[in-house]
Nanobody, 125 residues
Framework: QVQLVESGGGLVQAGGSLRLSCAAS????????MAWFRQAPGKEREFVAA???????RYADSVKGRFTISRDNAKNMVYLQMNGLKPEDTAVYYC???????????????????WGQGTQVTVSS
């Protein structure tokens, strides 16, 4: 049973930074590409960033150059460093793991097998 637990959300002023963490209980974690998604009030969940098993990052255009995804396989952790935050980044941020290893998922669809509970990020103007 895969468990994902996010942390690190909070309230920050525009231009500020936050670092989100996701702890994953996946036995072969290093074989999985992991991803971050977000969902703002009244909007659909959307892709933010993904990191492959070889630590290559993929980003949504809206966060490219401001957010950085990273992983620590020794600790089964995924991180999302968010700099230059904007009010439009306000959302609940979710960590997602695909159903199978060696699969990169950049959309919140049925290929995601496990979701975390989410962590709220609020950016004030």
């Amino acid at each position: 049973q895969v468990q994902l637990v996010e942390s690190g959300g909070g309230l920050v002023q525009a231009g500020g930074s936050l670092r989100l963490s996701c702890a994953a209980s996946i036995r072969t974690f290093s074989n999985y590409a992991m991803a971050w998604f977000r969902q703002a009030p009244g909007k659909e969940r959307e892709f933010v960033a993904a990191i492959t098993w070889s630590a290559d990052g993929r980003y949504a255009d809206s966060v490219k150059g401001r957010f950085t995804i990273s992983r620590d396989n020794a600790k089964n952790m995924v991180y999302l460093q968010m700099n230059g935050l904007k009010p439009e980044d306000t959302a609940v941020y979710y960590c997602g793991a695909p159903k199978v290893p060696w699969t990169i998922v950049t959309a919140p669809d049925g290929r995601i097998g496990s979701w975390g509970q989410g962590t709220q990020v609020t950016v004030s103007s």
